[in-house]
């Protein structure tokens, strides 16, 4: 329920557990902060654009040797598969890939195989 002060809207909710020492504490609390609801992408990226970008942007790093990374798209949902040589680019894939415009979900299967 929303009421309009002299200043500012303020959304109030209500509740039977307010403290008792509120004056009115029946009527709620002020929220004035609204949450926004989460950004929609402009328009859903096919699989098959989906799975270049997301290898586009690993490789464009430098730091990812990629010839042992398969990258699978479902739905806008990635996965990518295979080994690499240290944690920190597992980690980097994922935050890459995560990254791209499109992509709903990473699933991060890279095992780590030191050199």
Do not use: W
């Not at 002299?6 to 609204?34: C, F, N, T, W």
């Amino acid at each position: 329920m929303t009421e309009k002060g002299d200043e500012k809207d303020v959304r109030v909710v209500r509740s039977d557990l307010a403290e008792p020492s509120r004056p009115e504490g029946y009527h709620g609390v002020e929220q004035p902060i609204m949450p926004e609801p989460p950004e929609q992408p402009d328009r859903v990226m096919p699989d098959e654009e989906l799975s270049p970008a997301v290898k586009g942007a690993l490789e464009s790093d430098g730091r990812i040797d990629m010839s042992q990374v398969l990258i699978v798209v479902d739905e806008g949902v990635v996965t990518l598969k295979g080994t690499i040589g240290l944690e920190f680019q597992r980690t980097l894939a994922e935050a890459l890939a995560q990254e791209v415009r499109g992509v709903l979900l990473v699933q991060n299967q890279i095992e780590v195989i030191p050199a």
